[in-house]
């Protein structure tokens, strides 16, 4: 049976995450459920990378084993067609049998964005911050988290991993207009880890933590060090590399 | 009584428009509800440009006339509070009691948003358009609007106007990544006048109406000659120029 990876875009506004729960809407049910009123199959559709309630994607991943009868070049519309308008599969493609979505990534691109004015229409894509920020402190957070650290200070609670440590390819702010865009790779990411990285540089942007306890934050392991979490509405799961 | 400019944003999605209708939500309505409910006042509050059902503004304007008690540079924040989050006013400010948010405009800017790919994220904020455009067709459809022409062609059937004449300051199309957006800029606009332009370039794009038809259909002064309104969805307007 082939191997289909389905690459997938969802506005995560009113979704209780990628992953399948019984109190609400998840991405992943969706996926299901489109596939079984199309080819009449039960099956799990593995994510590459999973996101929170409230949390967007425009690069995730999953993949399927399905019957040959399948027409590939159709299968994306298929899907998208009988899907709510939120989510949608950009592209569907045969890969090889040892393919798996979440096991083979090689890495994952988060994009977290924040206006610094007052906005009605990017509302749900944003956290809007309207204090001052110094973007060059963050900028100097930034840069230290580059190369291999353990990121349990910014790790949910409980999490259910063997160890913490991440490297971090890149990460940086990015400032256009009225948008301030932090940008990062990593080979994997704790849970909530971007937006406990996110809220704390905020913090010492505006200037209510130090910028040189940034570093002692990350080396003390202890996640209540760190600051508060960046709304679920300004993340973006950007892209799976693998 | 100091006459107050207000500086608007809105999502239009969930509104019939910016004026008052009997049938569903309206800006206009929720900022006069915002007035009433802060200061007990009932009043009309007239805008720069209208916008019709599904139309989003980044810079729409208003001016209202109120009493001295008012603190002005609160202003802004109290009524965005009291409104729905799709809609807010960005800046209030004291202006001359000749300034009229309609009459004084001496020129708005328009924005028309296409995604050339699927989009669940953008879904909202623009027209999803799959066929391959020829964009440089579009940009000589652009620039053949450039300057005073009678734009009946381009107006809804109904419209309360004495003339077509409209000064087009500046018109074209930019393409960044797999959005093509249309920027337009004029001392008027008809009622549907960007969407029908858009529409009929969209048309040209796809190769669906010759290049050299847009010249004759501008000139025929007959709406039937243009193409379909694009969706109101992609629309925005962006400022208004005094």
Redesign the interface.
């Known amino acids: 049976m082939p191997n289909i990876r389905l690459d997938i875009?969802?506005?995560g506004t009113n979704f209780v995450g990628w992953q399948y729960q019984k109190n609400g809407r998840s991405v992943q049910e969706e996926i299901e459920k489109a596939i079984r009123q199309i080819f009449q199959i039960e099956l799990r559709v593995h994510g590459g990378g999973r996101t929170d309630a409230g949390v967007?994607a425009?690069g995730q991943v999953a993949n399927i084993f399905l019957d040959e009868n399948i027409k590939i070049d159709l299968l994306a519309k298929q899907l998208?067609a009988v899907m709510p308008?939120?989510?949608?599969v950009?592209k569907a493609a045969i890969v090889s049998g040892e393919f798996h979505a979440r096991h083979s990534a090689k890495a994952r691109r988060y994009r977290y964005r924040i206006s610094q004015?007052?906005?009605?229409?990017e509302?749900r894509?944003c956290w809007q911050v309207f204090s001052k920020l110094n973007v060059d402190s963050m900028r100097e957070c930034a840069n230290a988290l580059l190369g291999d650290h353990d990121f349990q200070s910014f790790c949910k609670a409980i999490a259910e991993v063997d160890h913490y440590r991440c490297s971090v390819h890149s990460a940086g702010w990015i400032e256009t207009n009225q948008i301030l865009e932090f940008e990062i790779t990593a080979n994997r990411f704790l849970h909530g880890m971007v937006r406990a990285l996110v809220g704390t540089m905020v913090n010492i942007g505006r200037g209510h933590t130090l910028l040189q306890d940034f570093k002692l934050i990350l080396d003390s392991k202890d996640r209540a060090k760190a600051g508060m979490s960046a709304p679920a509405q300004g993340l973006?799961l950007e892209e799976i590399v693998y």
């Not at 308008?85 to 949608?88: L, Q």
């Not at 004015?117 to 229409?121: F, K």
């Open positions: 875009e969802y506005d967007h425009r998208t308008h939120d989510v949608i950009k004015t007052s906005t009605a229409i509302r894509f973006f």
